[in-house]
DNA sequence: ACCTGAACACCGTTCAAGT
DNA sequence: ACCTGAACACCGTTCAAGT
């Protein structure tokens, strides 16, 4: 790839991100185009479409994500691991609340802009596994919880972090689901 | 309103009912009114635009939110109040993951398409406010649990509901809230 | 009063022409 | 190889003409 199509490259990812935060709800190709100074031929040429576009931020963002879920492993045994666990949620849900971008792409995007990121989701839930499992080895995590069951679990707060409204929180609401996961002190 | 009006207000909206029952995530308002027997001028007559069609589907589900809230105070005190209150959700939950309408309104509305029920939220907001305070009088519901968080967790619940993947069950995401939910045994 | 559908606007996507 | 932007398609919405 020559150093120009790379520059362009991010340059269209770096210009979706800025338009995203500044508040709109969605933004048209054109617009990204503008903002990253190439025509939409060229944004076409480096993303098949608009999803393939969202799916890209949605792959980086997952490489957060995987970076939190290490950090928590690492941190074992040290920190307790439903502790551990707990931390990479608030800050994976954190990071989702700091990106606007990404939570258009998570709130409605189709299978394609998940397809995208197929190989981080799946260290994810291999990261998430390791980690579940070790928080039920000590009693911490409820028994019959479920690895398969963050991603589900995230996707609730994120529809919440997506959706302000006065009265809500999205900090209670995953304290609330991590009340829910902690396991029952046992008589 | 004259009848043959009342007739085609009627079939707009189930025609919007059905159309999205079938299975497509988003539906043209032309096939909608092709479906209802009517042209597009009609359905336009008939609903300011799309948020304000999409807003009625809204209004409709949450009377029948409402009706399952009155039935759980109704079945005070026999039934225990959480029990009562958590059928409710359950019913809720059901309710709307059977209506694709009413799940695409959900998750793709703006501001607007809440507006045109607000009437029957507010009432769902007091019908839940009594609930959640019977609840907590019985201790049952955790003390630090809010009215408001009602909504909220329903919220995250209908996004697992309208993102269905093959390792995702949302009664299981409903009774993990509710298990966060419920008071701790007291010492 | 209410209905109709052609016409317009907006935005995702393509492609012929350029460097 | 890569870039450009005019052109096309699709869909939400309007409005002049009809009953």
Redesign the interface.
Known sequence: MRADARRNHERILEAARELFAEGQ?DVPMEEIARRAGVGVGTLYRHFADKEALMGDLVRERFLVFNENLRDALAALPQTPAFEALALALRQNATSVAEDAATRFAF??G?ERVFAAAAAEMDEFRTLAAELVGRAKECGEL?AD??A??I???M??????ID?P?P???WR??LE??????RA??TG
């Not at 996707?155 to 919440?160: D, H, K, N, R």
């Not at 609330?176 to 996961?181: D, E, N, Q, R, Y």
């Open positions: 709800h709130m409605t189709e409820r919880f479920d398969a069951d991603p589900m679990v996707c609730g707060v994120c529809a919440t959706r409204k009265d809500w929180d209670r609401h609330l689901v991590l009340s829910g996961m029952r002190a």
